[in-house]
């Protein structure tokens, strides 16, 4: 079994900034690619942004210049610091990663519950 825990969501005013991190635990041997996706009410969910196991980044144009995404392979960890805030930016945010468990002989994708950022005007 492998999970994903998210964490750091928040309240927050326009403008500011937030941190997001999701712990991939569990039967892990590997794990490729991380992403963030986020949903907004009455919206389908969306990539906000990606992170390979080398570390090659990309991002949805909506983000590009405010938001950072990072991971450290050390902990099974990834993080999206978000800064410059925007309502629009308001979602609950998921975390998604591609994992080779000890078991298997491939990827399988899994994904975290999610935590609600709510940016307010």
């Known amino acids: 079994q492998v999970q994903l825990v998210e964490s750091g969501g928040g309240l927050v005013q326009a403008g500011g900034s937030l941190r997001l991190s999701c712990a991939a635990s569990g039967s892990i041997f590997t794990i490729n690619t991380m992403r963030w996706y986020r949903q907004a009410p009455g919206k389908q969910r969306e990539l906000v942004a990606s992170?390979?196991?080398?570390?090659?980044?990309g991002y949805a144009d909506s983000v590009k210049g405010r938001f950072t995404i990072s991971r450290d392979n050390a902990k099974n960890t990834v993080y999206l610091q978000m800064n410059s805030l925007k309502p629009e930016d308001t979602a609950v945010h998921y975390c998604n990663a591609d994992v080779r468990d000890i078991y298997g002989s491939g990827y399988s994708s899994y994904w975290g519950r999610g935590t609600q950022v709510t940016v307010s005007s």
């Open positions: 992170i390979t196991s080398a570390g090659s980044t």
